[in-house]
T-cell receptor, first 112, second 111 residues
């Protein structure tokens, strides 16, 4: 059974804090993605990675960075959290660039 | 500029009837399209896809229709069941092999 796991389901942080969101997949997938989901806006791509140590900006990378040191792990970093980064964060992986993506359960981040 | 649009934020359908969810797109270079289903507090799960060279794909109660000339696709669910209540996202796969997502439609199945 394929699996994408995210380190936290719910997270509350204060403005200015550094936030780490971890994602691990066990499918040996090449590609990993970070999205945020906001009501009425659907899923917006923040960053993606098609190989270890490789990263590409998505549609809304500002305020975020990522790290992929191992194939199975893709981390999203908020260097200095702001209230407008309160959102649902979804991690996904796929074997090919446009192939079916498998999603984790999401992390609901609230920045106070 | 939204390349994929789902113009109905929500849809309410009686159990047993047909649910039709619509999606419009502007990018004629999409290679194929996917539908995902999302329950609250869970990640989206893949439902069904269709290649741009086809006009219909069927999987059990779910059928996706693609009208390339109108740049329109629709997902039909027949018959609708209570467990179908969820948010449905359509996505197009572009030439860079990224998925471009619509905003989602919340489907409510009434008993």
């Amino acid at each position: 059974d394929v699996k994408v796991t995210q380190s936290s389901r719910y997270l509350v942080k204060r403005t200015g804090e550094k936030v780490f969101l971890e994602c691990v997949q066990d499918m040996d997938h090449e590609n990993m993605f970070w999205y945020r989901q906001d009501p009425g806006l659907g899923l917006r791509l923040i960053y993606f990675s098609y190989d270890v140590k490789m990263k590409e900006k998505g549609d809304i990378p500002e305020g975020y960075s990522v790290s992929r040191e191992k194939k199975e792990r893709f981390s999203l970093i908020l260097e200095s959290a702001s209230t407008n980064q309160t959102s649902m964060y979804l991690c996904a992986s796929s074997s090919g660039g446009g192939d079916e993506q498998f999603f984790g359960p999401g992390t609901r981040l609230t920045v106070l | 500029d939204q390349q994929v649009k789902q113009n109905s934020p929500s849809l309410s359908v009686q159990e047993g009837r047909i649910s039709i969810l619509n999606c419009d797109y502007t990018n004629s270079m999409f290679d194929y399209f996917l539908w995902y289903k999302k329950y609250p507090a869970e990640g989206p799960t893949f439902l069904i896809s269709i290649s741009s060279i086809k006009d219909k794909n069927e999987d059990g109660r779910f059928t996706v229709f693609l009208n390339k000339s109108a740049k329109h696709l629709s997902l039909h669910i027949v018959p609708s069941q209570p467990g179908d209540s969820a948010v449905y996202f359509c996505a197009g796969a572009d030439s860079n092999y990224q998925l471009i997502w619509g905003a989602g439609t919340k489907l409510i199945i009434k008993p």
